[in-house]
């Protein structure tokens, strides 16, 4: 049984774990199911925006499956570790721009998996935490160094160290997630999210991604060669003159990303 289910519609690619009884935990085949879903997004032409979520409303994911993990020996666990850590890390090199739908709890590496996402948009009822720390283990992909970027030092100590969950209006006020939405408006609220984002140039939404996340790990000067060569790689594009060219004929663009 497929336990990561792919859906296109037009432009958008919705990416879901479907283990709704196991709250969209994570075992090492779950892992293996979504690193193949990225490889085939990574190379994509007809795809703008990824989203990813969970199956039901009860769980975003809600990490590693614990009772496979219960099972693994040590080097099992390290090889699961590991996988997760790449899996993320695959979803944070992707150059379209990916939206976490958080639909309901968000633990651990659930959590981590969402804050490898571009956006976060999440539903009134959910919670999230990284909270390793009380199965005595810590956040092995990412969680520490994304968290702490995300919302600060103190902040992420404060929830990693205490293993504590928070409701999506903390989240919120932390800066955590974009946007707390009725649970009902979490489709829509992403899809207005997905559009703005699909109206404008491909290649220059994807260029402007790049250079804000490798910009963002150095300094001043580096970012701003970053951005110079983000810029350069979009001058020659056709996108680029037909924006112009809809500019003129006081039109709306009809991008290609081409």
């Known amino acids: 049984m497929t336990k990561v289910k792919f859906k296109k519609d037009g432009l958008l690619a919705t990416v879901s774990i479907d283990r709704e009884e196991r709250l969209n935990s994570m075992d090492y085949?779950?892992?293996?199911?979504?690193?193949k879903v990225i490889e085939k997004l990574k190379f994509s032409k007809d795809i703008r925006v990824v989203v990813f979520t969970g199956a039901?409303?009860?769980?975003?994911?809600?990490?590693?499956?614990l009772k496979e993990r219960k099972n693994l020996n040590d080097q099992q666990v390290r090889r699961n570790v590991q996988k997760t850590r790449e899996v993320i890390n695959h979803i944070e090199l992707l150059p379209l721009p990916t939206i976490a739908a958080i639909n309901g709890f968000a633990l651990g590496g659930g959590l981590e998996l969402a804050l490898v996402c571009d956006f976060r948009i999440a539903a009134d009822h959910a919670q999230m935490?990284?909270?390793?720390?009380?199965?005595?283990?810590v956040p092995g992909a990412g969680g520490t160094q994304r968290l702490a970027?995300?919302?600060?030092?103190?902040?992420?100590?404060?929830?990693?160290?205490?293993?504590r969950?928070?409701?999506?209006?903390?989240?919120?006020?932390w800066g955590m997630i974009?946007?707390?939405?009725?649970?009902?408006?979490l489709q829509s609220q992403v899809n207005l999210l997905v559009n703005e984002i699909t109206s404008n140039a491909p290649l220059a939404v994807n260029q402007a991604k790049i250079a804000i996340q490798q910009g963002s790990d150095t300094d001043l000067h580096t970012?701003?060669?970053i951005e110079s060569k983000a810029y350069e790689a979009i001058i020659q594009t056709e996108d680029r003159i037909e924006a112009l060219n809809a500019f003129q004929d006081k039109r709306p663009p009809q991008f290609q990303g081409k």
Do not use: H, M
Not at 152 to 162: D, P, Q, Y
Not at 178 to 185: F, I, Q
């Open 29 to 35: 085949e779950t892992l293996i199911e979504l690193e």
């Open 56 to 65: 039901g409303e009860k769980a975003f994911s809600a990490g590693a499956d």
């Open 129 to 137: 935490g990284l909270t390793e720390v009380s199965w005595g283990i």
């Open 149 to 163: 970027r995300l919302i600060g030092v103190s902040k992420a100590k404060e929830l990693i160290l205490t293993a």
């Open 165 to 173: 969950k928070i409701d999506s209006e903390t989240a919120y006020s």
């Open 178 to 185: 974009n946007k707390r939405v009725n649970k009902n408006e």
């Open 223 to 225: 970012g701003l060669a």
